[in-house]
């Protein structure tokens, strides 16, 4: 059996240093971003439990490109841009919600079928015949991996997610998270941070023994991270035995039903998933849940995630599902003050960039990955007068030909 449980540990001749200050602050470098991070990586969606039957649907909004995630007729998973093909108004403005057998944009009346195809213009005399597939919906890219919708605006380097994933599948095939069902609606929270910050954060556990005192009650020092290989990376804890000094922690293990589908080895585990460049599935013994970040600009990020349970949860499970959630939204807090602290900090003129610790090797690994798609998060000072987008096109053009 393949379970992961191996500690990573950092190189001493490792580069310490993190990404460049200016990164937190460039209008230019977020537009990159956009292209080369974002749009052409998987993103999380939904899970399958979010749009139970058909006609249920849950609109993704991604920097400027909406996608549509629904059930068709029969059941079936597609994935459409949120966009009508007679004057491009959105065809659903709902988050979520559940249409009967058709699609009908609120703009002009255009009606879609499930399957995207063109059932019909309103006054269809007035254009010449319309193809129903070639008129139909422009379909997005999507996989379904363990109960996840991941969707892709853009061609990108990432493999299906099912390769990309792999590493995992053996060890989340013991939740079953397919089979969860919403324990709430997906939440969204607005932070006034770069996404980045949010990141630097989340890829490392040095903080927790200071940051976070409800973790370090309920898992202390038994917490490691794996830093990121291949854009993927993952975190694993246990529950400390000697945890219950905050009362949070305290009822949630005196509570916490032994969770006998679950082998031994994770029956008292919290573990966490990450796939780059910025989501991840994190879970429990009582809960699955996927959590991630966007930019809305340079420095304003969306939080966004949901949480799944098991449709036959017992009330201890509830209750101890409940006292999790509160350790979590401690956590996320004292999470968000942090990245807040860190990401004004790099508009001083004080700054002079990260030192990294051994423990921190989780955020070198994922600034790597993104001075792999940007090349220009190698300079230490932002380029003046400089084309970002120009310079960075040619230090991509000069990395390929030296590795030709």
Same mark, same amino acid.
């Given at each position: 059996m393949n379970v992961i449980d191996h500690r990573a540990r950092a190189p001493r001749s /490792?580069?310490?240093?993190?990404?460049?200050? /200016?990164?937190?602050?460039?209008? !230019?470098?977020? #537009?990159?971003?956009k292209?080369?991070?974002?749009?052409?990586? /998987?993103?999380? !969606?939904?899970?399958?439990?979010?749009?139970? %039957?058909?006609?249920?649907?849950?609109?993704?909004?991604?920097?400027?490109?909406? !996608?549509?995630?629904?059930?068709?007729g029969q059941g079936q998973i597609r994935a459409f841009h949120n966009i009508c093909r007679h004057r491009g108004s959105r065809l659903v403005a709902d988050e979520r919600g559940k249409c009967r057998n058709a699609l009908v944009c609120p703009f002009h009346g255009w009606v879609?079928?499930?399957?995207?195809?063109?059932?019909?213009? @309103?006054? &269809? %005399?007035?254009?010449?015949?319309?193809?129903?597939?070639?008129?139909?919906? @422009?379909?997005?890219?999507?996989?379904? /991996?363990?109960?996840?919708?991941?969707?892709?605006? $853009?061609?990108?380097?990432?493999? +299906?997610?099912?390769?990309?994933? +792999? &590493?995992?599948? #053996? %060890?989340?095939?013991?939740y079953d998270m397919e089979a969860k069902v919403p324990a709430g609606e997906i939440w969204t929270q607005e932070s006034p941070v770069n996404w980045k910050s949010v990141r630097d954060v989340d890829n490392e556990g040095y903080h927790v023994a200071m940051?976070?005192? +409800?973790?370090?009650?309920?898992?202390?020092?038994?917490?490691?991270d794996i830093p990121m290989k291949d854009g993927i990376s993952s975190s694993h804890a246990v529950y400390n035995a000697h945890g219950g000094r905050r009362w949070s922690v305290r009822h949630y293990l005196k509570l916490a039903p032994e969770p006998t589908h679950l082998p031994d080895h994770l029956r008292k585990s919290w573990a966490y998933y990450g796939l780059f460049p910025n989501s991840v599935i994190a879970v429990t013994p009582q809960t699955i849940q996927f959590y991630q970040e966007f930019p809305l600009a340079t420095n304003r990020s969306l939080? $966004?995630?949901?949480?799944?349970?098991?449709?036959?949860e017992s009330r201890a499970e509830r209750a101890a599902r409940y006292l999790a959630f509160r350790i979590d939204r401690d956590?996320?807090?004292?999470?968000?003050?942090?990245?807040?602290?860190?990401?004004?900090?790099?508009?001083?003129?004080?700054?002079?960039?990260?030192?990294?610790?051994?423990l921190e090797y989780g955020v070198r690994a994922h600034h790597d990955h993104l001075r792999a798609a940007l090349p220009v998060l190698e300079m230490e000072n932002l380029p003046e007068g400089e084309d970002l987008a120009a310079l960075n096109a040619r230090l991509l053009a000069g990395r390929r030909t030296a590795s030709s």
């Open positions: /490792w580069d310490r240093r993190g990404l460049p200050g /200016w990164a937190y602050h460039s209008d !230019a470098l977020l #537009e990159l971003e292209e080369h991070v974002f749009l052409n990586h /998987w993103q999380i !969606a939904c899970h399958v439990s979010d749009i139970p %039957e058909p006609g249920h649907y849950l609109s993704f909004d991604l920097l400027g490109e909406r !996608a549509l995630i629904l059930r068709d879609y079928n499930l399957d995207g195809t063109l059932r019909g213009a @309103a006054r &269809p %005399e007035s254009f010449p015949d319309l193809d129903k597939v070639a008129f139909g919906l @422009a379909p997005v890219e999507f996989e379904v /991996w363990q109960g996840f919708v991941f969707i892709r605006f $853009r061609p990108g380097p990432q493999p +299906a997610v099912r390769e990309l994933l +792999a &590493p995992f599948a #053996e %060890e989340l095939a013991f940051a976070h005192p +409800a973790l370090q009650d309920l898992y202390g020092s038994t917490y490691f939080l $966004r995630g949901g949480v799944y349970r098991r449709r036959e956590t996320n807090a004292e999470d968000v003050q942090l990245t807040i602290w860190s990401n004004e900090a790099m508009l001083s003129k004080a700054f002079q960039g990260f030192y990294l610790s051994d």
